[in-house]
T-cell receptor, first 112, second 113 residues
Framework: GEDVEQSLFLSVREGDSSVINCTYT??????LYWYKQEPGAGLQLLTY?????DMKQDQRLTVLLNKKDKHLSLRIADTQTGDSAIYFC????????????FGTGTRLKVLA | ETGVTQSPTHLIKTRGQQVTLRCSSQ?????VSWYQQALGQGPQFIFQ???????GRGNFPPRFSGLQFPNYSSELNVNALELDDSALYLC????????????FGPGTRLTVT
């Protein structure tokens, strides 16, 4: 079935690196995404990676994709208090569909 | 800077009523998707519209319907509201230049009592 799984919580100290992990099920997904949601707000697209790529770096963000294991990770370097939010992994669209599947989100708390 | 706006911000309705939520995306965004986000959950795909036609639907019943207009605005209509319809409703639009990028609005918080 369709499922995207993430751990619920992550706590790191300011200045450290954060690594948020995600596993997905649909190997036909074209892209894998990371979104950030702050309290009371919509989702902010952080970055996304084409399913044929292994890695993408964008300033403090590094995305790693292991397609064999259907595992996606987001590394945030030099984590700041402003990075505290919920991070959602998403996959899509899959073969023959325009559907995007989101995980339940990982709440990142950055301690000063 | 997404340029996607939604109205209203909050809404309270009674079970059995009907509701219309609105979304306005920016020029050049010809694809719009609607999502339902229950408290503590990730967004669930409702449907997508492209060039004013429904392009794909998630596991939502027919009482969830939508419209997309030529001026880049769209509507989500929900009939016969149920208590479980209480959620944050998000619209996301995609630019013609990169249909795989989705830019979300701030959402409409619907409470059904």
């Amino acid at each position: 079935g369709e499922d995207v799984e993430q751990s619920l919580f992550l706590s790191v100290r300011e200045g450290d690196s954060s690594v948020i992990n995600c596993t997905y099920t649909d190997s036909s997904s074209t892209y894998l995404y990371w979104y950030k949601q702050e309290p009371g707000a919509g989702l902010q697209l952080l970055t996304y990676i084409f399913s044929n790529m292994d890695m993408k770096q964008d300033q403090r963000l590094t995305v790693l994709l292991n397609k064999k294991d259907k595992h996606l990770s987001l590394r945030i370097a030099d984590t700041q208090t402003g990075d505290s939010a919920i991070y959602f992994c998403a996959e899509g669209p899959g073969s023959g569909t325009y559907k995007y599947i989101f995980g339940t989100g990982t709440r990142l708390k950055v301690l000063a | 800077e997404t340029g996607v706006t939604q109205s209203p911000t909050h809404l309270i309705k009674t079970r059995g009523q009907q509701v219309t939520l609105r979304c306005s995306s920016q020029s050049g965004h010809n694809t719009v998707s609607w999502y339902q986000q229950a408290l503590g959950q990730g967004p669930q795909f409702i449907f997508q519209y492209y060039r004013e036609e429904e392009n794909g639907r998630g596991n939502f019943p027919p009482r969830f319907s939508g419209l997309q207009f030529p001026n880049y605005s769209s509507e989500l209509n929900v009939n016969a509201l149920e208590l479980d319809d209480s959620a944050l409703y998000l619209c996301a639009s995609s630019p013609r230049s990169d249909p795989y990028e989705q830019y979300f609005g701030p959402g409409t918080r619907l409470t059904v009592t």
